[in-house]
């Protein structure tokens, strides 16, 4: 059982900027990805990365956000610059290993006026 702990959420003016990190408790994990969830919506994907780095983005943040990872500490990053009201958000982290899906608890970013 794959073990996801997010860490890095917060509340930072519009135009702002925050890094959320996500720490694995396992190594050799495939894709991971940066999901979130707004109040009364559905959870969606923020950005991907593959193990070899190959990366994927909602349109909504393409130019603002950008995700990494360092295989050897098993972490996954999401830098996220110019902030908008509408990135208010409970973010996921997720993780694929051996076509099992895992998922963290949530982090909270609000972005405020």
């Known amino acids: 059982q794959v073990r996801l702990v997010e860490s890095g959420g917060g509340l930072v003016q519009a135009g702002g900027s925050l890094r959320l990190s996500c720490a694995a408790s396992?190594?050799?994990?495939?894709?991971m990805a940066w999901y979130r969830q707004a109040p009364g919506k559905q959870r969606d994907l923020v950005a991907l990365i593959t193990r070899a780095g190959s990366t994927k983005y909602a349109d909504s943040v393409k130019g603002r956000f950008t995700i990494s990872r360092d295989n050897a500490k098993n972490t996954v990053y999401l830098q996220m610059s110019s902030l908008k009201l509408e990135d208010t958000a409970i973010y996921y982290c997720?993780?694929?290993?051996?076509?099992?899906?895992?998922w963290g608890q949530g982090t909270q970013v609000t972005v405020s006026s």
């Open positions: 396992e190594s050799r994990i495939n894709a």
């Open positions: 997720a993780a694929d290993k051996y076509g099992n899906d895992y």
